[in-house]
Nanobody
Framework: QVQLVESGGGLVQAGGSLRLSCAAS????????MGWFRQAPGKEREFVAAIVRSGGNTYNADSVKGRFTISSDNAKNTVSLQMNSLKPEDTAVYYC??????WGTGENEYLYWGQGTQVTVSS
């Protein structure tokens, strides 16, 4: 099992920045890729970004390209999401996810999930 705990959410004005962190514990050696998803009220959970732990390849949703950056510190078993130029439409609960398989954009491709952290962007 792998446990994931997110932190760093909060309230920010449009145009501002936030940095989310996700700490992994347990059988972290089994994790091949980690990702961030988000879910806005009344909407389905959507893919935001992913990173392959070995090699560091990253992938971003079109909606966040150029604004969000995913990174990982394998020694500390953490993954971060730096969010810049935030927009009100970025408001959502952000979830950290991990998979022993290849990365993907679908929820079903991730086995482990954190509890989520709220990000609210005011206009």
């Amino acid at each position: 099992q792998v446990q994931l705990v997110e932190s760093g959410g909060g309230l920010v004005q449009a145009g501002g920045s936030l940095r989310l962190s996700c700490a992994a514990s347990g059988r972290t050696f089994s994790v091949y890729a980690m990702g961030w998803f988000r879910q806005a009220p009344g909407k389905e959970r959507e893919f935001v970004a992913a990173i392959v732990r070995s090699g560091g390849n990253t992938y971003n949703a079109d909606s966040v390209k150029g604004r969000f950056t995913i990174s990982s510190d394998n020694a500390k078993n953490t993954v971060s999401l730096q969010m810049n130029s935030l927009k009100p439409e970025d408001t959502a609960v952000y979830y950290c996810a991990a998979t022993p398989g290849n990365w993907g954009t679908g929820e079903n491709e991730y086995l482990y999930w954190g509890q989520g952290t709220q990000v609210t962007v005011s206009s």
